[in-house]
Every structure is written in C-alpha cells, then in structure tokens.
C-alpha cells in the first residue's frame, strides 16, 4: 500500500494549564497541570494519520540532546509511523514549544525553533518519496530553507512520480507569505489553512475570496478551517459548500488542526480501496471528528485513540 510522507517541525511540547495571568518579574505563578510531550505540525499530523490506519512516514529534524531522544522515542511507539526520516542535529537543541493553556481554551505559544528550522533539502533522505501515495508539508512558512521555488521544486518532484501534494500552514512573523507560497501553488492538490491564515496569505478578507486566491493559482483542492463555524472547502472544478463542526466538551484546542490534516490525509490514502472515502465530503466528515476528538484532552495526542473511534463519532454513536 502506498504510505504517506509528511515533511514537518517534530517539537517537544510543555503543556501548563490553566494560566489566568502571567506573573510579574520575580514572582511566581502556582498552575493545576503541567506535562511535557512532542509535538508541532508535521509530528502531530504524522502521528494522527498512523493512528487511524495509514503507513506515515515523518520527515523532520531533532537536535542531538536528551529532550530529542525522548520525543523521538515517543514517536517510535506508534507502530505504523516510521521515523527513519527524522534528522538528528549535532549542536543543535531540540525544538521546544510552551504552551500556556488558558480558562477559555484560548493558547499562547513561546517557541524555541531550534533544529527544526535548520531542516532543508539535504536532510531528506533519497528515498523519501519512494513508495509515497501523499506528500504533505505541514508547518510551511516554518523552515526558511524549504520556501518558494525549493518547496515548489520538491511537489513538482512529487507530482511527477504521481504522488498528490497537499500543505498546511503555521504562523511566521517577519516572512512575505504570498511571495513564500506562491510558486508552490501550481503544484499542489490541496491546501488547508485556517482562516486567518488563509486570509493573510492571500491577502483577502473572507474565507470565500481566499479559497478563490488559492484556486486561482491552480490548486486543487482548498480546505479552510473555521473553528467552532466548520470547514470551507472548494474544488477547481468549480464545486464549494460548508462543513458543519462537530461539538464535543473542549478541555484543550492544541493540535486539533494537525488532527485535522492527519485524519483527512489518512482518508484520502484509503479513498484508493475504500469507495466510501471517495467523495470529499466523506473524507471532510472524518478529518472533522477526529478535530474535534482531539479538542477532548489536553495536548494534540490523548483525544484521538483509533479510527474506529473516529467512525463511532461520525455516525453519531459518541
């Protein structure tokens, strides 16, 4: 079966919950919760989509230290995702995230990017599209070394061997978005930003217009995700609608748009023998369960257990 490869940052999360305030200078602040385990876009997406059944390989760059090796062993227990791919950096710290969770399930994020942003091309392994069905870049505008032309050359690579490409965005201060993203757009059989991502890169003000940005450029496929409001979506060949969400208790959003990507990835590679995969809107129903599963415990992995957990909430026997 073809597997998916999801070219990504691999980060350690430090999860405090619940922050109601930040502590002045030299005062400290007493919280109910605190954990430390991996995440960030690409290792979050990896990990969902061999949860629910798909073969995943996870590309990505760790440093050479002790907070690397525990979330790369962390991975490593997902028996179908495999993390040959993860580049081990000397003299580099492992990337690492805290995540302030507030009483409204709001988040603030401070982040060391470290050796996850030294990630480029020569890091990749020669084989890495080698039996690929999906390639899908998670956390563009991330790796200042994989944009423009080299990412638009790395899903041109993919397309002609007949692997569909797929991107999903995180937030980077100080970058020309449009200008960083533009060349790969040609090349790419979905994109799946959140609104207000999706608004700033095309530089429009409503997720329709931004939709129309992304297929204006020849994309195939545009996933726009709305929070509590659903998903847009829309389709070069004309065809657009909504998505409802699906309500379940929130106790964390983190990693719920990872869960997302992975759970529609995963869908979109078993649409090749499962006929009920095949329409968009089936894979949309999936992809938004497994969001909102993941919104259920803290941090983007605990919600989310299997695919037949997924299909119970789908059918509405959750």
């Not at 990749?124 to 690929?132: I, K, N, S």
């Not at 297929?215 to 829309?234: F, K, M, Q, R």
Request: with cysteine; glycine share 12%; charged share 15%.
């Amino acid at each position: 079966m073809p597997h998916l490869v999801v070219l990504g940052n691999t980060v350690a999360d430090v999860l405090v919950h619940p922050i109601d305030r930040f502590p002045e200078p030299g005062l400290s602040l007493h919280v109910e919760g605190a954990r430390l385990t991996f995440g960030g876009c690409g290792a979050n997406t990896a990990n969902t989509a061999a949860k629910l059944g798909a073969p995943t390989r996870l590309c990505s760059a760790i440093g050479d230290d002790e907070i690397g090796r525990f979330v790369l062993t962390q991975l490593a227990r997902n028996p179908r995702l495999d993390v040959s791919g993860v580049a081990t950096l000397g003299g580099v710290e492992t990337s690492v995230t805290l995540v302030l969770i507030h009483p409204a399930n709001e988040r603030s994020f401070i982040c060391h990017s470290a050796a996850s942003s030294r990630l480029e091309p020569a890091m990749l392994p020669e084989d890495f599209l080698e039996g690929a069905g999906i390639l899908h870049y998670a956390g563009f505008f991330l790796f200042p070394h994989l944009l423009g032309k080299t990412a638009a050359g790395i899903f041109q690579r993919a397309r002609a061997g007949g692997v569909v490409t797929s991107l999903d965005v995180a937030w980077k201060e100080g970058l020309d978005w449009t200008a960083a993203i533009r060349p790969c757009l040609p090349h790419l059989d979905y994109v799946m930003p959140n609104v207000d991502e999706a608004c700033r890169v095309s530089r429009q003000s409503t997720p329709e217009d931004a939709a129309a940005w992304f297929l204006s450029g020849g994309v195939g496929t545009v996933l726009i995700t709305l929070g509590e409001a659903g998903v847009l979506w829309a389709t070069a060949e004309g065809q657009s609608g909504r998505m409802p969400a699906i309500s379940l208790p929130v106790v964390d959003t983190t990693g719920a748009g990872d869960a997302f990507a992975g759970a529609f990835l995963a869908a979109t590679l078993a649409s090749r023998t499962e006929p009920r995969f095949a329409p968009l809107e089936s894979r949309l129903r999936f992809a938004s369960a497994a969001g909102a599963l993941a919104c259920t415990a803290i941090g983007g992995a605990d919600g989310l257990v299997s695919a037949e957990q997924v299909e119970k909430l789908v059918e509405g026997r959750i």
